[in-house]
Structures are given as structure tokens and as C-alpha cells.
């Protein structure tokens, strides 16, 4: 009897270290992991952007149904954003005077691990439709932490590399479930929003270390300027 409590001793204390070291890992490592990859895609972007490596739109079609050189030219399409790749910087600053997170392309696992993650099918920055970009409330990094935090009337600045983009949160955080996806339509359901126009979703999981349910920030396009410009008002004050 003894050795069936002993061992029943050892085994309880065996299975409460794994699970302080898995919480451990959770709150710790997978940070620590995140914080330098989130990093690194950064640094990796104002690099390509101090060489003049930033996307280029789409060229003009020519030949057969080209406009007349009278004609106005034709707005050339975006260049796509590239699969897993970052693409932009993030600052919000209700979540902190240095907080800043890559937004790269897709919302898979890996990708989330790195910062946040724009939506496939979503608009392009300052384009017309919905921006949508979906990020960890907690683990990795925990960016969106204090996401239930803003409020109407928040920035949430966006470099590409040559614009800044400013949009204005208006409404508070919004709670949904994850099988609600007309949140990131173009006109958002059940968003303040009627009409197309240019908007962003902030996406995350709720509760805090749960995911049953989703929260939910929409902003509008509040101002653009050219990166040479320095940074905006948002950010300087």
C-alpha cells in the first residue's frame, strides 16, 4: 500500500512540474520567441525600405485596349501582397508608446507566431473595403494583450514603406464568435459602417487565454501622408 502511495506521490509531482513547465513555455518562451521574430521581420522591412525595396504597383497594361496618350491614365492595380511575408509595421498607440508589430501576409499558425496577420481576400492598405489583420491576444508575443483597452477615436498607424496610413478606431471592442466572417466583409456586419468606404477590422480570441469567442475593433481611414513626410500627428504626441 505505501509503494502504491508512493508512487501516486511521485507521479502527481512529476505531471505539476510538466505543467509548470508548460506554462512556463506558454508565457515565457513562446515571448521570447515572438518578440525576436516580430523584431527581425521589422528590422528586415526598414532595410528593404532604406534600399528602395518596396512594393511597385502592377504595370500598365499596353497593346490591344491600351488607353489614347490623350486619355487620363489608368490607375494601375496594387502589386499582391507576398504569401507570409511582411509587409507593413503596425502602432497603436492606446496599447503602448513603443508598441509596434509586422503585419504579414495570411493568418496561419506560423504567421501569427511572427506578428499579426492580414486576412486573405481583405482589402490593401488605404484601398477601398475592409483591411482586416487578425492577431494573439495572448502567447507569442501577446500583441493584442490589451486589445479590449481601445476606444473610439484611437490611431492605429500603418507604414508601408512609402505611406503612412492613419485610421480612427470608432467603435469599442465588438464580442463575436469565430464562425461570424462578415466582420472582415468589405462592409463589415454589424459595424457602424452602411456604405463601402475604407475600413479596418482588428481581429483576436476572447477570453484572455481562451478562444471560444472573438473581439472585434473597426476603424475608418482617417488621413494618409508620404513616409518622407515624417511621422504623423498619431505618433508625435
Not at 99 to 113: A, D, F, G, I
Not at 139 to 151: M, N, S, V, W
Not at 228 to 234: E, M, N, R
Request: charged share 20%; aromatic share 10%; net charge positive.
Amino acid at each position: 500500500m505505501r509503494l502504491v502511495v508512493r508512487s501516486f506521490s511521485e507521479l502527481c509531482i512529476t505531471v505539476g512540474a510538466l505543467i509548470v513547465l508548460f506554462v512556463v513555455y506558454l508565457l515565457f518562451w513562446t515571448g521570447v520567441k515572438a518578440d525576436h521574430a516580430s523584431s527581425d521581420q521589422i528590422d528586415q522591412l526598414h532595410h528593404q525600405w532604406a534600399q528602395g525595396a518596396v512594393p511597385t504597383p502592377a504595370p500598365t497594361p499596353s497593346g490591344q485596349g491600351a488607353p489614347k496618350q490623350s486619355a487620363p491614365p489608368a490607375t494601375p492595380a496594387p502589386a499582391a501582397y507576398e504569401d507570409g511575408k511582411a509587409f507593413a509595421v503596425m502602432y497603436i498607440p492606446r496599447l503602448g508608446k513603443h508598441w509596434s508589430r509586422p503585419v504579414l501576409q495570411n493568418t496561419k499558425v506560423k504567421t501569427l507566431q511572427k506578428g499579426l496577420g492580414h486576412y486573405a481576400g481583405t482589402a490593401q492598405l488605404g484601398a477601398t473595403g475592409n483591411f482586416a489583420v487578425a492577431g494573439h491576444r495572448r502567447t507569442y508575443g501577446d500583441p493584442f494583450k490589451d486589445f479590449p483597452e481601445l476606444r473610439p477615436g484611437d490611431a492605429v498607424v500603418i507604414d508601408d514603406g512609402t505611406t503612412w496610413y492613419t485610421y480612427r478606431i470608432d467603435k469599442k471592442p465588438y464580442l463575436t464568435v469565430p464562425s461570424d466572417i462578415g466582420v472582415i466583409a468589405a462592409v463589415p456586419a454589424k459595424s457602424p459602417y452602411r456604405s463601402p468606404g475604407r475600413y479596418l477590422t482588428l481581429t483576436t480570441c476572447d477570453p484572455e487565454w481562451g478562444s471560444s469567442h472573438r473581439l472585434i475593433a473597426w476603424g475608418h481611414l482617417d488621413s494618409t501622408q508620404p513616409e518622407k513626410q515624417g511621422k504623423p500627428a498619431a505618433l508625435t504626441r
